[in-house]
């Protein structure tokens, strides 16, 4: 079934996985206007993630729809409309996205239990169309999280405060700002 040698399949997948793919590039630029900051595919991540943004712990994969099988129904096998499976070779593309869609979900949840947020940007949310709201939403979604990872910092407090009962009220207002 597979007539590629290992260099041809290296080649081809270092195509279809291009670092500076289209979509990449739209969430790169769009997140960067709106002064979020990012590293490139951190190698040292499960899954390779586009873009790490470490204030946020977070990881951001953008996914073609065809390769990670958007919306598919896996196990019926339904089409989705930005993910078609091919009729020609039928049991291939279904083999392949099934084992893409389970990487990933893999990747993501190692990647969680380290303690990192994943967000995942489709191909389909970032045409013309919708990209700005697909933007928006994802830095809505940062930001969110920034928040909550924050307010975690202030719900703990109570306990500090009960060890170190004899903080004045001053200082305690002070500490409470922070
Ligand atoms: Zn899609």
New binding site residues.
């Given amino acids: 079934m597979d007539k590629l040698t290992v260099q041809q399949r290296h080649a081809n997948m270092a195509a279809i996985r291009s670092k500076d793919t289209k979509p990449e590039m739209i969430v790169r630029r769009g997140l960067w206007k709106r002064g979020f900051r990012y590293r490139l595919n951190h190698k040292r991540l499960p899954g390779h993630p586009d873009l790490v943004l470490r204030k946020y712990r977070t990881c951001i994969f953008v996914n073609g729809?065809f390769w990670h099988g958007?919306?598919v129904n896996m196990e019926h096998l339904e089409n989705?409309?930005?993910?078609k499976i091919p009729k020609t070779n039928h049991d291939f593309w279904v083999a392949k996205i099934r084992r893409n869609k389970e990487r990933d979900k893999e990747e993501q949840r190692r990647l969680a239990e380290m303690g990192w947020h994943c967000i995942t940007v489709?191909?389909?949310?970032l045409k013309p169309s919708k990209r700005e709201e697909t933007l928006e939403s994802i830095a809505f979604t940062l930001n969110h999280i920034w928040l909550q990872d924050h307010q975690a910092c202030v719900i703990s407090y109570p306990e500090i405060e009960e060890e170190e009962i004899h903080i004045p009220i001053a200082a305690e207002s002070n500490l409470k700002q922070e």
């Fill in positions: 729809c958007h919306l989705s409309q930005c993910c489709w191909e389909c949310e």
